[in-house]
């Protein structure tokens, strides 16, 4: 199930072993509280193990015999284990007797990144809840609700720029709501609230600084640049994802597959594939070949120690921006 998923299936029934597993530190730890809230006493009935430390048949043997342990005044107890990856041939030696009889008076939060692989996720007896970051959508529907109870709220699109700024990482939005809700308790919410409350992420900012670049907007692209470099983003790391950027339109152009596979194959969303295509189609193949060559030849110059940051930086912008000695349209 989907985090999203977990509080309404709490509500049903509370099963006894649950791998959170995902990339978003919020939603691990979200759902970890509300699996621990389920315990009374939490200081007498809540215990934690590393999974690094669970090696070998006495570590195994110590962890199991900690799910058999009676809650003390409380209907269940809760044991934690963080990063938590037996192989098959380990869970089939140690966990599976025990995962398989589970004792009905304990709750057993696995929580893991998903660093490395495991078969946990497969096995019958675990309840896999998904902690990978969200879709845009998701996480713009979570700060509309979120904002709608909290008595500020905010319209859809005011809610996609929240996201869009942190980048549906749901711990800074997280943050971010509850910073625009001490702001304007009991008020709407608008998109210049946003604006001048809202920090927006250095990811984001790149992404802003390719797109000014695109159309041609060299004013907004120096803006964004400047921006960028207060943040602690320097000329190397900029002209590391503007070559990035041309590389992934070069991709997107001549890429045979379907719209799904690009994205697949470049980790973006396939509405992000589409507007890439645009983009590309504007350059044309031939300039946008050009541009690559020249801005990895920027970065290799920058890294030899034959020109500066700053100067190799300014040198692809004329590049980029100026054909001729005039700007681009």
């Not at 934690?80 to 192989?87: A, G, L, Q, S």
């Not at 031939?286 to 990895?296: D, G, I, N, Q």
């Amino acid at each position: 199930m989907k985090y999203t998923e977990l509080k309404n299936s709490l509500k049903e029934k509370v099963r006894g072993i649950y791998l959170l597993e995902g990339d978003d530190a919020y939603f691990r730890l979200g759902g970890e509280k509300m699996l621990t809230d389920l315990v009374e006493f939490p200081e007498l009935n809540v215990t934690s193990f590393s999974g690094d430390d669970i090696k070998g048949a006495q570590a195994f043997e110590e962890f199991t015999d900690a799910l058999k342990v009676f809650p003390f005044m409380s209907e269940k107890r809760l044991v934690k284990v963080t990063e938590f990856y037996p192989t098959e041939t380990e869970y089939d030696k140690y966990l599976k007797e025990t995962f398989t009889a589970f004792p009905d008076t304990t709750i057993l939060v696995i929580v893991n990144t998903g660093a490395k692989k495991t078969p946990l996720s497969k096995k019958k007896e675990v309840t896999f809840v998904d902690c990978s970051k969200s879709d845009r959508d998701t996480v713009v529907k979570w700060i509309y609700l979120t904002m709608k109870r909290a008595g500020s709220p905010a319209d859809v699109t005011v809610c996609g720029q929240i996201a869009d700024y942190c980048m549906c990482d749901m711990s800074r939005v997280s943050v971010e709501c509850d910073k625009l809700q001490a702001y304007k308790p009991g008020e709407r919410i608008t998109a210049e609230d946003v604006d001048n409350l809202v920090y927006k992420d250095a990811e984001y900012r790149l992404y802003e600084l390719t797109n000014a670049m695109a159309a041609g907007k060299y004013t907004d692209f120096c803006q964004i640049a400047e921006d960028l470099k207060s943040k602690g983003i320097d000329e190397l790391a900029m002209s590391n994802s503007i070559s990035a950027f041309f590389r992934n339109l070069l991709t997107v152009l001549s890429y045979a597959g379907t719209n799904t596979e690009a994205a697949s194959l470049l980790k973006v969303k396939e509405y992000a594939v589409k507007r890439m295509k645009e983009q590309a189609r504007s350059y044309g193949a031939p300039r946008l070949y050009e541009l690559e060559k020249y801005s990895y030849g920027c970065i290799a110059d920058i890294k030899s120690g034959e020109v500066s940051p700053k100067s190799a930086f300014q040198n692809l912008c004329n590049r980029i921006f100026f054909v001729d000695g005039k700007a681009r349209a």
